[in-house]
């Protein structure tokens, strides 16, 4: 399951402290390891001496939660944390909103938009000013059918399976397409997490003139996780998101993860 080893993005700013506290409670969920990096460019002995300031805050803000705290040097930062995570093979990067956006939503900056196109480890984002709740209440897969979305069906069943808590498939109706056809599809989708996990996924065709508006339409746990695939664009174990799905994204009211391609 996603979380084994989580690296968290850190930055000075709002963003950076609403992912470390995103960060931190994904590992006391599954348990896993916590990596705190600050990145960095190349030639900068006084941002090299800040990146390092920055983590003495984030030990500050994380208290007594077992974490390990790294510098990296790169042009630039989603960059950076991409390499770095692989390097230090975490499985799930966690990144916070950009600054500048609105209170409750994911605002998508430059280091985002990088990891959102390139990343090869699972991305999660945090809206700002996000609190995490105590623990998930339920996971939430947007769900298109197509077979990166069909593979997700599978794996966020038995991280649900895992984790207790309730599955939701959620298909967006911007009355364009056949409805009937989306819920048939949909069916199939629940029939699947069925077949491969026993969990009885609850499903829901949300409506609307473009996707912020479907999405209003959607109750929200407070401890709910969006999930989306990759796109069909993705290289093979890499993260790249269709324009519906950055839509989706943007408009969410809780943390978002988005699963490369083939992710397993």
């Known amino acids: 399951m996603i979380g084994e080893h989580v690296i968290v993005g850190y930055t000075g700013g709002q963003g950076g402290r609403d992912a470390l506290a995103l960060g931190a409670a994904i590992t006391r969920i599954t ?3 916590l990596t705190v990096a600050v990145i960095y460019p190349p030639g900068s002995p006084g941002l090299a001496v800040e990146a390092q300031a920055n983590l003495a805050h984030a030990a500050e803000e ?4 077992p974490a390990e705290y790294l ?6 930062t989603g960059r950076g944390l991409s390499v770095l ?4 093979r975490a499985d799930l990067i966690v990144v916070g909103s950009a600054e500048g956006g609105r209170r409750g939503r994911i605002e998508i900056g430059s280091t985002s938009s990088h990891l959102l196109h390139r990343s090869s480890e699972a991305v999660m984002l945090a809206p ?3 609190v995490p709740a105590d623990g998930p209440e339920r996971l ?7 077979p990166q979305c069909d593979e997700a069906v599978e794996r966020i069943a038995q991280a649900a399976l895992r984790l207790g808590i309730p599955l939701r498939l959620i298909t967006l109706d911007l009355r364009t397409e056949d409805q009937g056809k989306l819920r048939d599809d949909l069916a199939l989708a629940v029939r699947l997490a069925w077949e491969t996990t026993g ?7 949300a409506e609307g003139h473009d996707v912020a508006a479907a999405l209003e339409t959607v109750e929200w ?6 999930v989306c695939a990759a796109s069909e664009d993705a290289e093979p174990h890499r993260v790249f998101l269709g324009e519906l799905a950055m839509k989706a994204l943007r408009a969410s009211p809780c943390p978002v993860i988005v699963l490369p391609r083939g992710f397993a």
């Open 62 to 65: 994380l208290g007594d939660v």
């Open 221 to 226: 746990a407070p401890g709910e996780l969006l």
């Open 128 to 130: 700002a000013h996000h």
């Open 199 to 205: 969990i009885e996924a609850e499903s829901e065709v």
């Open 71 to 76: 510098t990296y040097e790169s042009r630039g």
């Open 31 to 33: 348990g896993g390891e």
């Open 85 to 88: 995570a692989s390097r230090i």
């Open 140 to 146: 939430t897969l947007a769900y298109v059918h197509r």
